[in-house]
C-alpha cells in the first residue's frame, strides 16, 4: 500500500509559477512510475505527466510540454511538478498517482493504482 500526499498548491497570477510535491510513503516508491493528473470543474481528469521509476523517462501531455517539469527523489519518496508560465486554463486540482508497472507510459487514470487527495492550482488573468 502507498500513500501519497500532494502539497504546494495555491493562487498564482497568469505567468508565475508553482512547485508541486508529493510525498510518498512506504518502501517501493522507486519501484513505481508517477504521474500528475488534473481535474478542472466539470471536465473529465486528464493526463498532465509522468515519470518512470528511475526518472530517466518522462512523458507529457502537449499542453504543457516546455512548461511543466516533473522529476522525482527517490531518496526521499518525492515527486515534483515545477510549473512555469502557467496560465488560467491550468486552473485545477492537481492529484499525485503511483502507477506499480515501473515505465509503462501510461497516461489513463485507469492505469494507474494509489492516488492523493489532489491539490488546488488557481491561475487568476
Known amino acids: 500500500q502507498v500513500q501519497l500526499v500532494e502539497s504546494g498548491g495555491g493562487l498564482v497570477q497568469a505567468g508565475g509559477s508553482l512547485r508541486l510535491s508529493c510525498a510518498a510513503s512506504g518502501r517501493t516508491f522507486s519501484t513505481y512510475q508517477m504521474g500528475w493528473f488534473r481535474q478542472a470543474p466539470g471536465k473529465e481528469r486528464e493526463f498532465v505527466a509522468a515519470?518512470?521509476?528511475?526518472?530517466?523517462?518522462?512523458y507529457y501531455a502537449d499542453s504543457v510540454k516546455g512548461r511543466f517539469t516533473i522529476s522525482r527523489d527517490n531518496a526521499k519518496n518525492t515527486v515534483y511538478l515545477q510549473m512555469n508560465s502557467l496560465k488560467p486554463e491550468d486552473t485545477a486540482v492537481y492529484y499525485c498517482?503511483?502507477?506499480?508497472?515501473?515505465?509503462?507510459?501510461?497516461?489513463?487514470?485507469?492505469?494507474?493504482?494509489?492516488w492523493g487527495q489532489g491539490t488546488q492550482v488557481t491561475v487568476s488573468s
Open positions: 498517482a503511483a502507477d506499480r508497472r515501473g515505465n509503462s507510459g501510461a497516461k489513463i487514470p485507469g492505469a494507474y493504482d494509489y
Open positions: 515519470i518512470s521509476w528511475s526518472g530517466r523517462t518522462t
